[in-house]
């Protein structure tokens, strides 16, 4: 059974960088397509970067593109969100999220299983 575990998440100064990490246990990890998704309070869940099985293939939400960097590294189970420039907005829990699919495109859903999250707080 598949189990995604998110760290990383802290209260940091707008314009600071920060990286999360997400952990992934019980499947062969590099069958998956990997993606990060958010929650504001008071907002609904919302994309924000996805990346293919091989790392080949990356996506973006207009809102974090060119700040934000997704990876993976299959030998360590492990997925990647670099966070630069972060603002105010970005504010939110970061979600990981999984689906078995092996396409050479990243895409943004559907996504079947679920960290628990990791709260990431930008202030100033």
């Known amino acids: 059974q598949i189990q995604l575990r998110e760290s990383g998440g802290q209260s940091v100064q707008a314009g600071s960088s920060l990286k999360l990490t997400c952990t992934v246990t019980?499947?062969?990890?590099?069958?998956?397509?990997m993606a990060w998704f958010r929650q504001a309070p008071g907002k609904e869940r919302e994309f924000v970067a996805a990346?293919?099985?091989?790392?080949?293939?990356?996506d973006y939400a207009d809102s974090v593109r060119g700040r934000f960097t997704i990876s993976r590294d299959n030998r360590r189970n492990t997925l990647f969100l670099q966070m630069d420039r972060l603002q105010y907005e970005d504010t939110a829990v970061y979600y990981c999220?999984?689906?078995?699919?092996?396409?050479?495109?990243?895409?943004?859903?559907?996504?079947?299983?679920w960290g628990r999250g990791t709260q990431v707080t930008v202030f100033g």
């Open positions: 990346i293919n099985w091989d790392g080949q293939s990356t």
């Open positions: 019980g499947v062969t990890f590099s069958a998956y397509a």
């Open positions: 999220a999984s689906e078995l699919r092996r396409s050479i495109y990243a895409t943004r859903g559907p996504y079947d299983s």
